[in-house]
């Protein structure tokens, strides 16, 4: 009966993936997500050969003074930054940075996450309490501000500081979605006929009712992608993250605003307009795997 | 009832107890001396051992924390390390202008959310609902900063039509442009969230029973949706706290705003950790409050919610 079950399980499972992936092509602007950030993909893997200039070489040696700050041209379809470097190919190769900073941080925020949702949901009573508690605590304090403190205490403005410090805070609401979803799932009858067989709660909590709660955990992160960006950018504009001379759009943006005052927009325009886009796209993806997915994501 | 605000204060007492942990680990139990962090390595051995005398941290770990609980629960937020300015008086200071920037932004925010919502339930599929829920994801989607500077650029630069950064004589016009930069995701945020949960009130029965007896369109929205709707716009409020401090650290320095962000910026690019420490305790402890407040307001809002 058990193996039954666990066919009928695994047939259902597989159905619902499909359907939820019919329902997503249905929808448009998810599937302008999906292409988006696959075009976003594509540019970051293929900077290199995509960008038309090195970003860090200062073109003022072999174009002359014109390279510096030239507004956008054919030669220079985003311009040139006070140091003669080519902003598109600068904007190309942040994207590497910017998706790098998002998928790491969402991976630290899933390992912190999930496993202490999934405890805190399945187990109830003073585990959940204290996790609860745990996460209410951090939940209190202002996202940006505490990734920035973190980053300035640590002393050590580094890809790998900045990415964990955002997962160490943004991890809050992967846990708040895993707990629910354990909680529900943890009264089910194939979680009872899974302790009666004698299985050992690690293998009933990550075996058997992780992957019922995947939907709305992969809702969550992706949604989550877009303000862990956003962060990495703050951080960088003020001074915190990425550090010159790496093109990283926050950094771009920083460097750029001083010439706004002087009519040399194209400097601070074109990173935030890529910023704009990822976390676009993110949002659009999120919206569309939340419908497709019939996930209703708790507050 | 008593026993339900009673109840929710408790409650908030080891959140509050683990916020100024977390803090004091965070700032202490780092690897790295803070002492050489905060000078930056400069001084010889002997003025950084007197620095970390004054500061009490040569002392054990476990003291160096019960000084710490002892100090905040007398309301002393320590001494910058960087102008030997209380903490507590360099918040005060700087709270007007930060109270001002936020609640103007949250208003704004709510009331052009509230509205731009609204109306795209209303006109469901129409030109107006795709434009301005478009608008909406853009707003979430755009970093903070770059909104601010953008505003500046058009509105200041250009076009001339207020002034630029700075805090100026207080006035209204200086408050124009951090106020909607900070405004930009409220509204967004509010606009989605309206508009959703006007759609669901619109579709039930007792909407089509108003309809169904003829009261006009603008009585079934505005008197008997809207009361509904807006329940859980104002339950984000709190919520919205949380982010709009994080944004007026990002506002207030673009547009060089006297206020709490700025100041948090100011300390964290000096290394001054007590005044890091400071700061950062004070914002959760507002959104703790804000917190704590919305959920008292929840029962007038929505008498199904018992108070038991």
Not at chain 2, 231 to 251: C, E, H, R
């Amino acid at each position: 009966m058990t193996e039954n079950g666990n066919n009928n399980d695994s047939g259902v499972t597989g159905n619902l993936w499909y359907e939820a992936w019919l329902r997503f092509r249905r929808n448009r602007l998810a599937m302008l997500g999906f292409f988006m950030i696959a075009a976003l993909l594509g540019v970051a893997v293929f900077a290199p050969r995509l960008a038309p200039y090195d970003p860090f070489k200062q073109l003022l040696w072999t174009e002359g003074i014109k390279a510096k700050l030239a507004a956008p041209s054919p030669d220079h379809w985003m311009g040139t930054d006070a140091y003669g470097r080519d902003i598109m190919s600068r904007v190309i190769h942040g994207s590497r940075l910017s998706l790098q900073i998002g998928l790491l941080a969402t991976v630290v925020s899933l390992l912190i996450g999930v496993p202490l949702g999934a405890m805190a949901g399945y187990f109830g009573g003073w585990v959940d309490d204290l996790i609860s508690w745990f996460i209410n605590v951090i939940f209190a304090f202002p996202f940006m501000l505490f990734v920035l403190a973190i980053v300035a205490v640590l002393n050590n403005p580094s890809m790998i500081v900045v990415f964990t410090a955002i997962g160490l805070v943004s991890w809050v609401s992967i846990a708040r979605v895993t707990r629910a979803q354990f909680m529900s799932l943890r009264e089910r009858e194939y979680v009872e006929a899974a302790k009666a067989i004698g299985l050992p709660t690690w293998t009933i909590l990550f075996k058997h009712i992780l992957p019922n709660t995947l939907a709305p955990v992969i809702v969550q992160a992706t949604l989550g992608i877009g303000s862990i960006i956003l962060t990495e950018a703050g951080l960088a504009f003020l001074g915190f993250g990425a550090q010159p001379p790496a093109p990283s759009w926050g950094l771009m943006i920083s460097d750029g605003q001083q010439y706004l005052a002087t009519g040399q927009w194209w400097w601070a325009l074109f990173p935030g307009m890529a910023i704009m886009y990822t976390v676009l796209a993110f949002n659009f993806l999120g919206d569309g795997l939340r419908d497709a997915l019939d996930v209703r994501l708790k507050r | 009832m008593f026993s339900y605000i009673l109840r929710k204060v408790l409650y908030t007492i080891p959140v509050l107890w683990g916020v100024v942990t977390v803090v004091f680990l965070v700032i202490n139990i780092v690897p790295g001396d803070p002492v050489a962090i905060m000078t930056g390595q400069r001084g010889d051995e002997a003025t950084l051992a007197k620095i970390r005398a004054d500061m009490g941290l040569d002392l054990p770990i476990g003291v160096q924390y019960l000084r710490f609980l002892e100090q905040i629960c007398r309301g002393d937020l320590g001494t910058s390390y960087r102008n030997n300015e209380p903490v507590s008086s360099a918040i005060r200071t700087r709270l007007w202008a930060t109270a001002k920037l936020a609640f103007g932004a949250l208003l704004l925010g709510t009331v052009l959310g509230v509205a731009a919502g609204v109306v795209s339930a209303v006109k469901k599929y129409s030109l107006f609902d795709y434009g301005a829920m478009f608008v909406a994801i853009a707003g979430v989607s755009a970093p903070v900063f770059w909104v601010g500077l953008l505003l500046l650029l058009f509105f200041a630069y250009i076009l001339k039509w207020v002034p630029g950064v700075g805090y100026g004589d207080g006035s209204f016009k200086y408050l124009i442009l951090p106020m909607i930069t900070l405004g930009v995701r409220p509204a967004a945020l509010t606009a989605r969230l309206s508009r959703s949960c006007m759609l669901e009130v619109l579709s039930q029965d007792y909407i089509r029973t108003a309809k169904a007896k003829g009261l006009k369109k603008h009585v079934v929205v505005m008197k008997h949706a809207m009361k509904n709707a807006m329940i859980p716009v104002v339950t984000i409020i709190g919520t919205q706290v949380s982010s709009l401090l994080s944004g007026a650290v990002l506002t207030e320095s673009i547009f060089a705003w006297p206020g709490i962000g700025r100041l948090s910026v100011d300390s964290l690019l000096a290394r001054d950790l007590p005044m890091i420490r400071g700061v950062v305790v004070f914002m959760a402890v507002t959104f703790l409050f804000t917190n704590l407040l919305v959920d008292i307001s929840y029962g007038f809002l929505d008498p199904r919610i018992r108070y038991d």
